[in-house]
């Protein structure tokens, strides 16, 4: 975040509780602010720091398409993924820590063995319809994603879910076909969002702070505050109005020029020139996202594996994260658990810029043809330009590389998981078991690189129910070694979230596995003034 001088970013420090009020007094004393200066100072950032009531808070989001929809089960980008949040709410939601914290669900115990656990549910919240949430609405809406025919994204976090019941009104009881301690954040998934018994999926019925006014696809969307929500610290503003800003140099206008108070994903090419405007506040997360390359395992030249590994020694990492993140990020190694999990493997060698190996690997594939990549700005901001820096890199080893530019528009739906080499992203998951089943399972619904191992499912599942970590930590190892050297997925990079906002805009905190908020912003922030 940007600000005038030191004393105003200590200040805003204070507001935003990065530090207490004893080191806020400290430091403020420090740069020579008398006493009585710095406790009128502290006081002004304390009643920065609440919440105001009212205002219309004007989003600019990227990742919107004509086709999204309201329907949770099909959530694939990042404008629904922000949108649906504001009128639903999960059972369980994560922390600034990562932490799974109390939502829809009171409180979680499992019973030994972490194979049945039961939940409790908060009573007395209401739907925007009116109606009182009760364990069969749960039921209905985890079911939802649960059905043969189901593409939802949770649906393989969700399928150890032998049996799903409600044990009283407001209490539900989770069978597992093993245990896994980390249900809890399976609940928080967003796509998880709870809706009334028999409600239309598309209608965005829900108990979230916001109600549904009206829905553009890939344009706009109005929701206005729910006066009955049950969480009375959340939910400060009038309404919200998520404005679809696919181009990265739009949604920089937009908030310049005053007519947006908040846009995610900012370009690292301009995030240095936003810090530096007084009128704005900055934000930057080292987190769990990361940008991808799938390759179609099921498509040549993608399913010879010495093909896979050509490229992935192909790629100059270190020039991409300076030249495309702008130094925002750091290094991956085509796997995507990061490095702050707890089962992050740090030992696996590391894939890096070498020619002479990647010509060795295509050599032994023995293939010599051009490979198409299909790449697009709202795959990631700087998406276009890393194809290129590929294909330059590529062709230092003899590897020809056609980078083709698609449409924006509706690239989710006719590129993404169609051709054979494309750009994609993930805000990274809050577990290993969640980020490694929802993208590299066999039968992962976003199972983009179409990679295919039942050795890697088997350990997978052993993995989830061992509650020895020790033990754990090795298959977890194994699994992410598997990923990096045989797997489909180019990750050349861990970039940081760089998102950017209006100075009236306070409340904004980030959390390291999801942008905005963790997809909750609306509901978070508040307007001064």
């Not at 004393?7 to 400290?26: C, P």
């Not at 403020?28 to 009128?40: E, F, M």
């Not at 991808?292 to 993608?302: H, I, N, Y």
């Amino acid at each position: 975040m940007s600000n005038s001088n030191p004393l105003d970013r200590l200040v805003q420090e204070l507001s935003r509780r990065k530090i207490g009020r004893r080191e806020f007094m400290n430091r403020a004393l420090a740069l020579g602010v008398s006493t009585a200066a710095a406790t009128s100072l502290m006081g002004r950032a304390v009643k920065a720091d609440t919440p105001q009531k009212g205002g219309h808070l004007v989003m600019g989001v990227d990742n919107a398409s004509t086709t999204d929809s309201i329907d949770p089960v099909n959530y694939t980008s990042t404008y629904i993924q922000c949108l649906g949040p504001q009128f639903y709410n999960s059972l369980v939601e994560l922390d600034v820590h990562n932490t799974a914290q109390p939502s829809l669900a009171t409180s979680w115990e499992a019973k030994p063995g972490a194979s049945v656990w039961v939940v409790k549910l908060r009573k007395g919240v209401t739907f925007h319809n009116g109606k009182e949430m009760e364990a069969a609405d749960v039921i209905y809406s985890i079911n939802h994603h649960r059905g043969k025919d189901s593409k939802s994204g949770a649906k393989a976090s969700l399928e150890q879910i032998a049996e799903l019941k409600a044990t009283d009104k407001h209490e539900l009881t989770f069978t597992l076909s093993a245990g896994n301690a980390d249900l809890p954040y399976i609940l928080a998934d967003y796509h998880l969002g709870i809706m009334p018994d028999g409600a239309p999926y598309d209608k965005g019925i829900g108990t979230g702070a916001f109600i549904l006014e009206t829905f553009e696809p890939g344009q706009r969307a109005l929701t206005k505050r729910n006066p009955n929500y049950w969480n009375p610290d959340r939910g400060f503003v009038d309404s919200v109005e998520t404005v679809a800003i696919n181009d990265p140099t739009a949604r920089v206008a937009a908030l310049q020029s005053g007519s947006v108070h908040l846009i995610n994903r900012v370009s690292p090419k301009v995030f240095g020139m936003l810090k530096a405007n007084p009128k704005l506040a900055t934000y930057e997360i080292s987190g769990a996202a990361h940008y991808t390359f799938p390759m179609r395992c099921d498509m040549a030249p993608f399913d010879n594996k010495d093909v896979r590994l050509a490229l992935k020694y192909a790629v100059d990492r270190e020039e991409i994260i300076k030249r495309v993140l702008g130094g925002h990020g750091k290094v991956a190694n085509d796997q995507p658990i990061a490095s702050f999990d707890p089962f992050y493997a740090a030992d696996l060698p590391q894939h890096s810029y070498d020619p002479d190996k990647a010509r060795f690997h295509m050599k032994q594939a023995g293939f010599d043809g051009t490979i198409p990549l299909s790449v697009a700005d709202v795959a990631f901001v700087g998406c276009i330009d890393a194809g290129v820096l590929m294909q330059a890199s590529a062709a230092k080893a003899g590897i020809k590389i056609d980078v083709t530019r698609e449409p924006n528009d509706g690239y989710w739906d006719n590129v993404w998981m169609k051709k054979p080499w494309s750009a994609s992203f993930f805000g990274g998951r809050p577990t290993a078991d969640l980020m490694l089943s929802l993208v590299y399972k066999s039968d992962a619904p976003w199972n983009e690189a179409f990679w295919k191992r039942p050795d890697f499912d088997k350990i997978l599942l052993a993995a989830r129910s061992e509650l020895d970590n020790e033990k754990r930590k090795q298959m977890y190892r194994e699994l992410e070694l598997m990923v990096s050297d045989d797997g489909g997925e180019l990750i050349p990079m861990f970039n940081n979230t760089l998102e950017a906002a209006s100075t009236k805009v306070k409340g904004f905190v980030q959390l390291p596995t999801l942008e905005l908020s963790g997809l909750r912003a609306p509901e978070k922030v508040w307007l001064e003034g």
